[in-house]
T-cell receptor, first 112, second 110 residues
Framework: AQSVTQLGSHVSVSEGALVLLRCNYS??????LFWYVQYPNQGLQLLLK??????LVKGINGFEAEFKKSETSFHLTKPSAHMSDAAEYFC??????????FGAGTTVTVRA | DVKVTQSSRYLVKRTGEKVFLECVQD?????MFWYRQDPGLGLRLIYF???????EKGDIPEGYSVSREKKERFSLILESASTNQTSMYLC?????????FGEGSRLTVL
């Protein structure tokens, strides 16, 4: 069985500061890992996806995530936050690139 | 662009009513999903479908059923709505592990 833990339900950052969202997973098999973003009043969209090709994954809008097997982590970062990054972010894990289990989500607020 | 359309953005129903939530995708995807989203709980999978007339239970199927008569349409049915089914419902279709979500249907059961 797979599960995901996102550390911190809310993160507040200043514009231009580093964004760091933490995600730890448990999985009985090598997993597929995802980050999705949900902007206000919209559905979710894929930010990036890890499929074992490379441990550092680059996504859209300047985000990237690093897979660390020893730490069972897949943290999401962006070097410089923009006001448009205010959204809810979800980490997800899947054993088969198909049926995803999502974390509880982290809401990001960006201060001017 | 992939488009997943959920027929109703907002619904208000009474306890005991039968509720239909409709979802249509335009990309010929075989895989479709229904999730519910609740604050602090993230997304939880209700049902999914690999193909027409195929369905599989997700993590929280109790109180729900689904129908997939055509490839592009996946319906979620609440046979007898209850107040604990007040939630945001998200439909998605998928290919190669990427889910494409609709904008959601916010259901309130009074």
């Amino acid at each position: 069985a797979q599960s995901v833990t996102q550390l911190g339900s809310h993160v507040s950052v200043s514009e231009g500061a580093l964004v760091l969202l933490r995600c730890n997973y448990s999985s009985s098999v090598p997993p597929y890992l995802f980050w999705y973003v949900q902007y206000p009043n919209q559905g979710l969209q894929l930010l990036l996806k890890y499929t074992s090709a490379a441990t550092l994954v680059k996504g859209i809008n300047g985000f990237e995530a690093e897979f660390k097997k020893s730490e069972t982590s897949f943290h999401l970062t962006k070097p410089s936050a923009h006001m448009s990054d205010a959204a809810e972010y979800f980490c997800a894990v899947s054993p088969d690139d198909y049926k995803l289990s999502f974390g509880a989500g982290t809401t990001v607020t960006v201060r001017a | 662009d992939v488009k997943v359309t959920q027929s109703s953005r907002y619904l208000v129903k009474r306890t005991g009513e039968k509720v239909f939530l409709e979802c249509v995708q335009d990309m010929d995807h075989e895989n479709m999903f229904w999730y519910r989203q609740d604050p602090g709980l993230g997304l939880r999978l209700i049902y999914f479908s690999y193909d027409v007339k195929m369905k599989e239970k997700g993590d929280i199927p109790e109180g729900y059923s689904v129908s997939r008569e055509k490839k592009e349409r996946f319906s979620l049915i609440l046979e007898s709505a209850s107040t604990n089914q007040t939630s945001m419902y998200l439909c998605a279709s998928a290919v190669a592990g990427e889910l494409f979500f609709g904008e959601g249907s916010r259901l309130t059961v009074l």
